[in-house]
């Protein structure tokens, strides 16, 4: 099954005066009225709760939203479906069931809080799918395996993962699948804004757009002028700043929402377009101008090491008038910097430019750092404090970096 592809626009009068920031979407959902609504939270971009209200006459088209989802990432009516989502008021654990029964599946339980009945009450071998974040599902998986026995034996007929949340990198996604027993694994990008966004439909990292529903954009990063091109009208590869419209919302609708995610856009002929998600926008490295990206860091860093890294963290500075990266590593072969450089220059050619420009190049240094702790050495290095979350802390900005970001942006 494809999604359709629909032909409706979002008009807009000028370029960029309408696009709404995540912090303004977090105020309007504070003073929202809650009459005839259902309110969904998530953490917010300040470490605070934010509320989204979804209007009750919204809700079934939303649930038909998350089928359609779903099916397209290979759920089938027939499926018996165990859900590790976030509980109320959480969307991924209604939207889990929600989808799930409007597909015409079962679903056993409600969250990752009651997970446990499903195996007391002998109901395991009936489970055919699993929804969970990747952190959760491993988590989850060693409780079961410390309590029950091994997941793919207590779960003989799980067959299919539908991941969400978290980024996946290549090993995380073999380990789970060793953990499980998945013969499947498929992403689900989304937002509680806007729900799903995107699915992959097979292995790999591209991401299909849910374009019957949603209307995407995104703000290139090589257009000075910060115009928003829809994704349909690109006739080649571009990457820049994700923006969703919802049309059809109701209750509290959205247009031109900037998620915060960095995204390529891979043209398709006469078809959607594949997105391929490369990190948070927050995270976005500057380095003599060029933009460097997680994605392309984690790629290089599996086409240098293999798939066997299970953490790595890179530390911004600007210890001189340049800015340099210090990528520690957990493991690897140290002597394998200089091919890591080559790797990561071939993903992203902008920074090899700005690398080898002319005289002695514009960025300080690149260099990998092989150790037996990242958080450990990321805190010698004296870096910022941080948090081990594998969605959003790879990427550390010391205070010489972030005091030079002000300055620059204040001239």
Do not use: C
């Not at 018996?80 to 799930?100: E, H, K, N, Q, Y």
């Not at 491993?138 to 309590?147: H, L, M, R």
């Not at 060029?290 to 963290?313: C, S």
């Not at 702790?373 to 290095?381: F, G, K, L, M």
């Amino acid at each position: 099954m494809s999604p359709t592809l629909h032909n409706e626009h979002v008009d807009h009068d000028t370029a960029g005066d309408d696009i709404i920031t995540a912090a303004e979407l977090e105020a309007r959902g504070a003073e929202a009225a809650t009459d005839e609504t259902m309110l969904f939270e998530t953490s917010g971009t300040n470490g605070e709760p934010k509320r989204i209200p979804y209007a009750y006459t919204q809700l079934p088209a939303q649930k038909r939203h998350e089928a359609h989802a779903f099916e397209l990432a290979g759920l089938r009516s027939d499926d018996v479906v165990m859900t590790l989502a976030a509980p109320l008021d959480g969307i991924s654990g209604w939207a889990s069931r929600s989808g799930s029964r409007k597909l015409g599946a079962d679903v056993l339980n409600r969250s990752f809080n009651d997970y446990k009945q499903i195996i007391e009450w002998q109901e395991a071998t009936e489970v055919t799918a699993l929804f969970a974040t990747p952190l959760v599902a491993q988590s989850i998986g060693e409780e079961i395996a410390a309590n029950y026995g091994l997941p793919h034996e207590v779960f003989p007929n799980l067959r299919l993962g539908l991941l969400f949340g978290d980024h996946l990198p290549p090993h995380l996604r073999t380990q789970l699948r060793q953990q499980w027993g998945f013969e499947e694994l498929r992403s689900l990008y989304g937002s509680v804004e806007a729900d799903v966004l995107a699915v992959g439909t097979d292995e790999t990292q591209k991401l299909v757009p849910l374009v019957d529903k949603l209307v995407f954009e995104i703000i290139p990063d090589d257009d000075e002028t910060g115009t928003p091109v829809d994704i349909r009208e690109l006739t080649r590869q571009r990457t820049g700043s994700l923006l969703v419209s919802d049309p059809h919302r109701e209750g509290f609708p959205f247009t031109r929402y900037r998620i915060g995610d960095i995204v390529t856009v891979l043209p398709q002929d006469n078809d959607i377009p594949r997105l391929r998600v490369l990190g948070r926008e927050d995270d976005t490295i500057n380095l003599g101008g060029a933009p460097l990206y997680e994605q392309q860091l984690q790629t290089a860093i599996e086409e240098t090491y293999g798939h066997g890294i299970d953490e790595w963290t890179a530390v911004v500075s600007r210890p001189e008038m340049k800015p340099a990266v210090d990528i520690y590593v957990a493991g690897g072969d140290p002597t394998d910097g200089a091919v890591f450089r080559t790797n990561l220059f071939a993903r992203s050619p902008p920074i090899k430019e700005a690398f080898s420009a002319v005289g002695d190049g514009v960025i300080e240094h690149i260099r990998v750092h092989h150790v037996d702790s990242v958080p450990t050495a990321v805190e010698d290095a004296g870096s910022l404090e941080i948090e081990r979350d594998l969605k959003t802390n790879r990427i550390v900005f010391e205070d010489s970096y972030r005091e030079y970001q002000l300055k620059s942006a204040s001239r």
